[in-house]
């Protein structure tokens, strides 16, 4: 696995599907205020993950790979195969930068 910082908004969240089988990639936050579980997604944004799930699988009928969701607004992408696909899109979101240290 690649070992890849990827940095987001609380709203979003990382499913990966291998060979059939979805999983929700763990997440840390390092700021923030919310008493509910971080993961907690009915509780957060009133959708299930079940439901998700549904709606990922529907981009391209469960294609293996990452994929991203905006819990906020209910919308769904597919990445690609590699943690360095999910950065791409969320840049193609206008959401992150490439990192300076890494251009020299």
Not at 45 to 68: H, P
């Amino acid at each position: 696995m690649d070992n890849v910082t990827i940095i987001y908004p609380s709203y979003f969240r990382i499913f990966e599907c291998r060979s059939g089988r979805w999983f929700i990639k763990n997440t840390d936050a390092f700021i923030g205020t919310n008493s509910i579980k971080n993961n907690d997604i009915a509780s957060l944004f009133g959708i299930s993950e079940q439901q998700v799930v549904i709606d990922l699988f529907r981009i391209n009928g469960g294609k293996s790979g990452f994929y991203l969701a905006n819990l906020k607004h209910k919308t769904y992408y597919y990445c690609g195969q590699s943690r360095e696909d999910i950065k791409t899109q969320l840049r193609s979101l206008g959401i992150g930068c490439e990192d300076p240290m890494e251009s020299q």
